[in-house]
């Protein structure tokens, strides 16, 4: 960045640039606006249903008629994605997630719904087993460890059966080495040349996951952590590697995650690869905004929309955020 030399004060003011809202709007240097925000839900079995999830205030598990209603509310609003999620029942979890690749599963039935209701906007998937797992991890886990190549195979399996029911935007939020590779290769070979991989190139082993643990129905099942695979938040260099490494076999985006402690990451990653770079404000991040802003000890509204702001000033030229909606309604307002 160039650095100017400054006249003294009082020759420069920097508060003139301040006075009213219109000098402000005109030398506002980011704009946050609906075309930024990506819609999380959680999709739950059954009809007619719209459940609460207790560590998320304002989110609900919803039936797959309820998705469908929530995704024409989206598009109505000018969201250009919406994220599933799925809430699968504990019964058909096993060790080996072949629920994943289930044409029928509750992602695979939510998008096809979606689809068949000529509903126009972008669905993107969560390409990942945990909600799939008996054992709670992304991966297959074997002796207590969680096997990388083994669960390449997976993935690639749940993500071509995405693909094949109408998903737009492929997200491997899993952490396994060398699966945008994998996927990008399948998804070629079975003619789903236009289908994007959104990659969560650099997700974290956060605390902040847990109310998102609780909405997907995993957290009881997790045995130990995901310390193995999910990035170390002391590194940002390594998130640097881990982000060529995904554009090098084929992601069309990236994703840090979570997202308001990780802005230096963001911003690292758009200043040096320069390509549609995106956030997750995750669970907790949302959570602690909700809780602060019920309890009366922030303005809600206002600190949702700083959040956000900081992402586009970070660089981000998206976010995945629960509060989209809300948001949406408020910029047309």
């Known amino acids: 960045m160039p650095h100017h030399t400054q006249a003294p004060f009082p020759t420069a003011r920097h508060r003139r640039t301040r006075q009213s809202a219109q000098i402000r709007a005109l030398v506002q240097e980011n704009t946050l606006s609906v075309g930024d925000l990506i819609w999380p839900i959680f999709v739950r079995d059954g009809e007619s249903i719209a459940e609460p999830v207790s560590s998320m205030p304002g989110v609900h598990r919803l039936s797959v008629d309820k998705i469908v209603d929530a995704a024409r509310e989206a598009a109505d609003l000018g969201i250009p994605a919406i994220c599933l999620f799925p809430y699968t029942d504990p019964t058909l979890k096993t060790e080996t997630c072949e629920e994943a690749w289930n044409p029928d599963n509750l992602s695979n039935r939510a998008s096809r719904a979606i689809k068949d209701a000529g509903i126009n906007i972008a669905i993107m998937s969560d390409v990942a087993l945990d909600p799939y797992n008996a054992n709670g991890h992304d991966g297959i886990v074997k002796d207590g460890k969680i096997l990388n190549d083994e669960t390449v195979e997976a993935l690639v399996k749940q993500a071509v059966e995405q693909a094949r029911n109408g998903v737009d935007i492929i997200g491997p939020s899993d952490m396994m080495d060398g699966r945008i590779g994998a996927i990008r290769s399948a998804l070629e070979a079975e003619g789903f040349a236009d289908t994007m991989i959104l990659s969560y190139s650099a997700k974290y082993a956060s605390a902040f996951y847990g109310p998102f643990r609780d909405a997907v129905g995993a957290s009881g099942a997790l045995k130990g952590d995901k310390s193995t695979y999910q990035m170390n938040p002391a590194n940002s260099d390594e998130a640097l590697r881990m982000i060529q490494r995904d554009l090098n076999e084929g992601a069309d985006m990236v994703m840090v995650k979570p997202g308001m402690p990780y ?71």
């Open 263 to 333: 802005l230096d990451i963001c911003q690292r990653v758009k200043d040096t690869f320069a390509v549609p770079t995106y956030a997750y404000q995750v669970s907790g991040e949302y959570a602690m905004i909700q809780a602060a802003a019920q309890n009366g000890w922030i303005d809600g509204e206002k600190a949702m929309l700083e959040s956000l702001m900081c992402f586009k000033r970070a660089g981000c030229d998206g976010v995945l955020t629960y509060f989209a909606p809300a948001v949406a309604r408020m910029l047309q307002a």
